[in-house]
């Protein structure tokens, strides 16, 4: 099992920044990629950036130039900066961590992101 802890959601002025981070703890050595959903009221979730154990990223293209995903291997703990927000990219962000070996997806408990003046 993966337990995946997501922080530093919030509400934040369209322009302005955030950045998410995700811890994971338990049965870690599997995981081969880690980043972020998000879901916003009335719409699918959607991926918003990945990144793989060898560095590898994809972000959507909504995103692009605007969000950096990053990890810190040491502490298990992956990143979104977020940068010139805008009211769209509200909703509720959700950490996922791919396990190769169990081949399953695990989900964090979600953070709310919320861009408004």
């Known amino acids: 099992q993966v337990q995946l802890v997501e922080s530093g959601g919030g509400l934040v002025q369209p322009g302005g920044s955030l950045r998410l981070s995700c811890a994971a703890s338990?049965?870690?050595?599997?995981?081969?990629?880690m980043g972020w959903y998000r879901q916003a009221p009335g719409k699918q979730r959607e991926l918003v950036a990945g990144?793989?154990?060898?560095?590898?990223?994809n972000y959507a293209d909504s995103v692009k130039g605007r969000f950096t995903i990053s990890r810190d291997n040491a502490k298990n703990t992956v990143y979104l900066q977020m940068n010139s927000l805008k009211p769209e990219d509200t909703a509720v962000y959700y950490c996922?961590?791919?396990?190769?070996?169990?081949?399953?997806?695990?989900w964090g408990q979600g953070t709310q992101v919320t861009v408004s003046s």
């Open positions: 990144m793989t154990n060898d560095g590898s990223t």
């Open positions: 338990g049965s870690i050595f599997s995981i081969y990629a």
């Open positions: 996922f961590a791919d396990d190769l070996i169990a081949t399953m997806r695990y």
